[in-house]
T-cell receptor
Framework: DAEITQSPRHKITETGRQVTLACHQT?????MFWYRQDLGHGLRLIHY???????NKGEVSDGYSVSRSNTEDLPLTLESAASSQTSVYFC??????????????FGPGTRLTVL | GNSVTQMEGPVTLSEEAFLTINCTYT??????LFWYVQYPGEGLQLLLK?????DKGSNKGFEATYRKETTSFHLEKGSVQVSDSAVYFC???????????FGTGTRLKVLA
């Protein structure tokens, strides 16, 4: 079955370190998204991509970067981790053709703690 | 800009009680509306959706009707179960953007 996976599921790091969170989907979806989930804020969009080599900033992109070298993967990099980036991170994907282009499919999440 | 407002939680109900979680939105154009559910320790799953005014989405006993006149998409269930305990998110997307705007989520706890 097609799926979307994230790794690691849990990560503890120190302030100032670079961290990369992986997201891999096997649906062949063109669209991929990264969100962070914080109490009182719901899910906020960090970065998104509409296809290979395309990346765009979301509402809370400062301190994060992404690159899209293939259809399946959209890794999220924290260039220099800060305590304010302690959060749960979700990756999602959606198709650009067919009957469900408005439906996003979510990964299981990565809980990141920055000490 | 576009936005989604959900009722604050947590909502605590007894099993078999009636559930309503309010959701209102602000959007330009004609958004599609969604309810997602997040069970403990998991990612979000699509619960139901509606893509145009007066559409009713339904799934697992949950329903929501797209009301353009009141810009609302309230989630209802006639008889909740303990297994419905989760966080519920209302969201919208506008045509062609593929991006979602989420509400802040409403935690539901159902007691046996």
């Amino acid at each position: 079955d097609a799926e979307i996976t994230q790794s690691p599921r849990h990560k503890i790091t120190e302030t100032g370190r670079q961290v990369t969170l992986a997201c891999h989907q096997t649906w062949n979806h063109n669209n991929m998204f990264w969100y962070r989930q914080d109490l009182g804020h719901g899910l906020r969009l960090i970065h998104y991509s509409y296809g290979v080599h395309d990346t765009n900033k979301g509402e809370v992109s400062d301190g994060y970067s992404v690159s899209r070298s293939n259809t399946e993967d959209l890794p999220l990099t924290l260039e220099s981790a800060a305590s304010s980036q302690t959060s749960v991170y979700f990756c999602a994907s959606s198709p650009t053709s067919g009957t469900s282009t408005d439906t996003q499919y979510f990964g299981p999440g990565t809980r990141l703690t920055v000490l | 800009g576009n936005s989604v407002t959900q009722m604050e939680g947590p909502v605590t109900l007894s099993e078999e009680a009636f559930l309503t979680i309010n959701c209102t939105y602000t959007a330009t154009g004609y958004p599609s509306l969604f309810w997602y559910v997040q069970y403990p320790g998991e990612g979000l799953q699509l619960l139901l959706k509606a893509t145009k005014a007066d559409d009713k989405g339904s799934n697992k006993g949950f329903e929501a009707t797209y009301r353009k006149e009141t810009t609302s998409f309230h989630l209802e269930k006639g008889s909740v179960q303990v297994s419905d305990s989760a966080v519920y998110f209302c969201a919208l997307t506008t045509s062609g953007t593929y991006k979602y705007i989420f509400g802040t989520g409403t935690r539901l706890k159902v007691l046996a």
